[in-house]
């Protein structure tokens, strides 16, 4: 395990700032409102030769009765356990305030090795007087630093990096099935991601929209490792009057862009809704090997049809995404969680599946005897071979006499015949389509 690295303070000292930073990319919402970054944010980091995990917490507000910020305690708690390093961050314009003391103390019981980083020291050369109050925290020596400025961040670092673990793997992970789960909010996918981990990674509470960020967390199971990314739920546009709300779904779309394979969160209570079909829809645009997976179906009374009748609704609400598998489960009492694991492995295999050209000029040449390919004013479509051009999505050059020949209808045949053949389960098939004389990709 690579070595994780915790920041952590009360609310809106520049802890997502900061975290940025070093990350070098923007992947925590950064706004001048306490309680932005509810979730423990992690990112892939490295200094110099070192390689780390560094983790984003909300403020930790130590006497909060709020539930939000009670949870984003309990966030910053969870982090601070799993840390080998805290970065424990003030602001030296405001001085050392009872929250600082409180947090500090909270640390020093949890017996972490921790760097303590002043914030808003924005010039260079001797720091402000008030940046020696902080040697009262009792953390050792502070070190001052600007995050917007990016100054006093490497000497940070380099103070971070001295106290890692000996043996610790500095090494970047192997690549990992990256699996984000989307859709309207409250439909349970941090739900999910909390069953799949079997701890509270995410939080969870029934108040809709309350994951802001997408949130990456490194999980292994019998030797296969995933990335799973929760996302905000994505609201109805004239909904998100929030610029917060606005980052969210950005970022969402963003989670589905860096993924393998797309969970579609659908609620059983609600069926299919515009909304979920318009998520889906960037996710099969984007080529992604995709699930379907109705959850909360622990709630809905059953009989012998129910399933079947659910299936042709979801069916017909997706019909643009035909080759998505659709799986029934609980998040909250684990039905099928296990089988949906294994799905996502399955898929993301054909997802990323690579026949040879002889076998799939074999089909198309099959596929054109037995139905002879459309024809317009006498003149008759030829298909003169195909090759497979890339993986994830699975993408085919077939090179053919003419491509307003090549109707819409006998293209889908074509795709038909191919999955009949190799599969491809879970994954959208792409086609280029080249005249002869075209050059090659």
Known sequence: ??????????????????????????????????????????????????????????????????????????????????????????????????????VASMLQKAKKKIVLAVNKVDNIGEPPMEFYEFYNLGLGDPIAISSTHGLGVGDLLDEVCKHFPENADMSDDEDEIKVSVIGKPNAGKSSLINRILGENRVIVSNIAGTTRDAIDTHFEKNGDKFLLIDTAGVRKRKKIDENVEHYSVVRALAAVDRSDVCIIMLDANEGVTEQDTKIAGYAHEQGKACILAVNKWDTIAKDDKTMRVFTQQVREGFAFMSYASIMFISA????????????????????????????????????????????????????????????????????CNSKDLFHYSYLRFIENQIRAAFGFNGTPIHFILREKGQKDL
């Open 1 to 102: 395990m690579k070595p994780v690295v915790a920041i952590v303070g009360r609310p809106n000292v520049g802890k997502s700032t900061l975290f940025n930073k070093i990350s070098g990319e923007r992947i925590s919402i950064v706004e001048d409102t306490p309680g932005v970054t509810r979730d423990r944010i992690y990112a892939d980091a490295s200094w110099l030769d070192k390689s780390f995990t560094l983790i984003d917490t909300g403020g930790i507000e130590p006497s909060s009765k709020d539930e939000i910020l009670s949870q984003m305690r309990l966030q910053a708690e969870l982090a601070i356990d799993m840390a080998d390093v805290v970065i424990h961050m003030v602001n030296v314009a405001d001085g050392v305030t009872a929250n600082d003391l409180d």
């Open 332 to 399: 909250k009492t684990g039905q099928r969680v296990d089988k949906l694991l294994e799905e996502i492995k399955l898929i993301n295999e054909q997802h990323k599946r690579r026949i040879t050209t002889g076998m799939l000029n074999d089909v198309l040449n099959d596929a054109m005897s037995k139905q002879q390919p459309p024809s317009d004013k006498g003149k008759r479509l030829k298909i003169y071979y195909g090759t497979q051009a890339s993986v994830a999505p699975p993408t085919f050059v077939l090179f």
